[in-house]
């Protein structure tokens, strides 16, 4: 039998989540408004890392770390729930403990050197695939590694990448031989920003910006080879992989915290004689958007299923992104307008979570690239129409 419902001890965690969030990190709102306003960033570092810490003591960290790494191992299905309560505030804040799903291909030095310091949030990582000349292709990279005795060098540009401007160390892809290409011929490489990569950041219409990082044959020492030689962009695919179900979940809890505004707002704004809640216009606005929510919540925690019952996600991943990325982007409109003028203005945070949401539809696979594999899977025959969780 199908059952959406969650046990006991899932509610206690989400219910744990959303007081945490309510209480703790809501608060910082205000404040994080003004700094932005005033060109400053948000949130401080320290801030974010006392969060952490304070989440630490009763609890919560490593929500989907492995337990052999402190971690609470909760799973993707809890991961993309919790992901929905932290999406509640626009407050850049996640819960500590973790770290990209790809460090865990680390051998048992790196591990020491990349993985546990990450997860302790010591260090800082950054995931640097995008090319000025290869984005949604990214099969087409051009930063080169070539074998320099048991060294590598790498020299080219990556793009937008986030955290690139504050990160220690980068997970970078090159190219080790061009004419296997992205079949055999990209490598991972763990690289220390004191091995000589350089980072600028890039203005963006959200209020935090990724980087542009240049390689100028950086001496990478083979040990740093992240999986195996020539097996990279197996690896860039699983990590981008990962995002496909927690992009669109954590879209849904900020969907739902605006929708709120709006459904408190309507009431109280009075035009031509009567509340604006009154006219269908309005309504329909309103109801529209729960639908979407709803109808984005449960195909993430679709995807987020097939992910933990360790089935192919990809197909469920893709249908999930797309949709909660514009899902997201049309309730932000639709809160928008209903607000009015008020909602156009930077006393209220509706604009900002406009600009920041439209970032959705563009990184971890443009909308355009979510309905491309979409549709490669069904003309294909990779996935067949009318099934229910095969
Ligand atoms: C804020 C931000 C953070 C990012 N963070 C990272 C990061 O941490 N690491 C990283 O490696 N990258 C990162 N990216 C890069 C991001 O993944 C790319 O921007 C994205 O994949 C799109 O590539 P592009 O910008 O080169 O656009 P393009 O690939 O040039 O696409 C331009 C337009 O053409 C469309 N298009 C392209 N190919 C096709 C096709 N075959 N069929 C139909 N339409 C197509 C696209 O959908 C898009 O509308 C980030 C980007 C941004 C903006």
């Known amino acids: 039998m199908v059952d959406f419902s969650l046990s006991t001890e899932e509610r206690q965690i989400r219910d744990t989540v959303r007081a945490f969030i309510t209480k703790e990190v809501m608060p910082l709102e205000q404040e994080v408004l003004r700094n932005e306003r005033a060109g400053r960033p948000g949130v401080a570092p320290e801030v974010i890392a006392e969060l952490r810490a304070k989440a630490r003591r009763s609890g ?45 291909a680390c051998t048992d030095e790196q591990k020491q050197q990349y993985l546990l310091p990450t997860i302790e949030g010591e260090r800082r990582s950054c995931f640097a695939i995008t090319e000025p000349g290869a984005g949604s292709d990214a099969r087409n990279i051009r930063t080169r590694a070539v074998r320099d005795g048991d060294d590598w060098l790498i020299t080219g540009e990556k793009i937008f990448i986030t955290g690139g401007n504050e990160a220690d160390f980068v997970m970078v892809f090159a190219v080790t031989d061009p004419d296997k290409g992205a ?19 890039i203005a963006t219409m959200g209020e935090w910006g990724p980087a ?11 040990r740093n080879v992240l999986g195996e030689v020539g097996k990279g ?30 459904v408190d707002y309507a009431p109280t704004r009075h035009s031509m004689g009567r509340p604006i809640a009154d006219y269908q216009a309005i309504q329909w606005q309103i109801a529209d958007s729960q639908v979407e929510i709803e109808s984005a919540k449960w195909l993430t925690l679709y995807a987020a299923w097939r992910v933990q019952q360790g089935l192919d996600a990809r197909h469920a991943s893709s249908i999930a992104k797309l949709n909660g990325a514009v899902m997201a982007n049309q309730v932000v409109d639709r809160v928008l307008q209903i607000h009015g003028g008020m909602g ?3 006393e209220l945070p509706i604009e900002r979570w406009y600009r920041e949401l439209r970032l959705l539809r563009i990184f971890e696979g443009t ?22 969780g095969e």
Not at 212 to 222: A, H, K, N, Q, T
Not at 238 to 243: L, T
Request: contains cysteine; glycine residues 14%; proline residues 4%.
């Open 60 to 104: 919560f960290w490593g929500v989907n770390t492995p337990e052999e790494y402190g971690g609470m191992d909760l799973g993707a299905v809890m991961s993309a729930i919790i992901a929905m309560e932290t999406g509640r505030t626009f407050v850049p804040f996640s819960f500590g403990g973790s770290a990209d799903n790809i460090l865990y």
């Open 344 to 346: 156009y203005t930077k």
């Open 212 to 222: 542009s990082l240049v390689f100028d044959e950086v001496r990478v020492p083979g």
């Open 183 to 201: 079949d055999g011929g990209v490598t991972c490489f763990l690289a220390d920003r004191d091995m000589g990569w350089k980072s600028e950041p």
């Open 233 to 262: 962009f197996e690896l860039a695919m699983r990590w981008i992989g990962q995002g496909r179900y927690l992009i669109p979940a954590r879209a849904i809890g900020s969907a739902e915290r605006m929708l709120q505004m709006a």
């Open 367 to 388: 909308d355009e690239i979510q309905k491309r594999t979409i549709a490669r899977n069904l003309l294909k025959g990779h996935v067949r129409l009318g099934g229910i």
